[in-house]
């Protein structure tokens, strides 16, 4: 068994594992044949009826859970891994760039050499609701620490966030959303979506940082497999205009800035992937 221990808000895979049919009655073609009875000939056919698909949670359902049991790794073997993201078309997310990597870590396009399965529109894994699909191709930001990732089937009834056209001012509050684990060492995804507040602190040429609004926690910051959840502004808790993802930051709950990767800087380049 491999196992890999990264300790950082924004590192994304950081536990490891190895590892024929009756066509209806026939009447007879003359009198006195042999035909079924005609109470038999006329009866209707059997009703079949499909139950309804439940809906997705109405909270947050652009958001998205990335997981992969199958990463390879040095050696030989596979390790396990997870990440969080946003749904910003019907069928592509946005997520952090270092969620798809070769054996070396550095980040890669194309087809993910692992299964990456994305589940979108639940608020915990045991929603009835929601989607899960996975991961065919992956384009790279040229610009910072950020991903579009195309889904294998379309989600037409969530409405996906939208791009922030500017970058936001010094003070803004964002919200921010993720499945990461609940610790900086003991590694693994949440079972729920965690949430939190931040504000933001500083702008840099592609990234941000945000402070946390209140007492930090592992329930309302980001740790190890938050990257690429969603740092964004909404006023109904179900659309909203995405600002900035989870790269890294410090030890989970620790005080200190968040490094988040700026949306504006790359939403025409988003535009042109997802078009």
Not at 114 to 129: A, E, H, N, Q, W
Not at 133 to 152: C, F, H, I, W, Y
Request: proline share 11%.
């Amino acid at each position: 068994m491999a196992v890999a221990v990264l300790a950082g808000a924004g590192l994304a895979f950081a536990h490891a594992a190895t590892g024929a049919t009756a066509a209806g009655p026939i009447l007879a073609a003359a009198a006195g044949g042999t035909g079924l009875p005609d109470t038999a000939a006329a009866a209707p056919p059997p009703v079949t009826t499909t139950p309804a698909r439940p809906a997705p949670n109405p909270v947050l359902p652009f958001n998205a859970k990335l997981t992969s049991d199958d990463i390879p790794v040095p050696g030989g073997g596979v390790r396990s891994g997870a990440c969080s993201g946003a749904l910003v078309a019907p069928q592509w997310i946005v997520t952090a760039g270092h969620c798809f990597h070769d054996l070396k870590d550095a980040r890669i396009g194309g087809r993910p050499p692992y299964t990456m399965t994305v589940t979108v529109g639940r608020l915990k894994d045991t929603d009835p609701g929601g989607y899960t699909t996975e991961v065919v191709d992956v384009r790279q930001s040229p610009v910072n620490d950020l991903a579009v990732a195309k889904l294998g089937t379309p989600i037409d009834d969530i409405v996906p966030v939208a791009l922030a056209p500017t970058r936001p001012s010094i003070g803004k509050q964002l919200q921010f959303a993720g499945w990461g684990s609940h610790s900086a060492t003991v590694l693994g995804p949440s079972d729920h979506l965690k949430r939190g507040r931040f504000t933001v602190s500083g702008i840099n040429q592609s990234t941000l940082e945000a402070q946390p609004v209140g007492r930090r926690t592992v329930e309302n910051g980001p740790c190890p497999e938050d990257s690429g959840g969603p740092f964004f502004v909404s006023d109904d808790d179900r659309t909203g205009t995405l600002v900035a993802i989870v790269n890294t930051g410090p030890p989970c709950p620790q005080p200190g800035p968040e490094t988040i990767a700026r949306v504006d800087v790359v939403a025409n380049w988003i535009r042109e992937q997802i078009g």
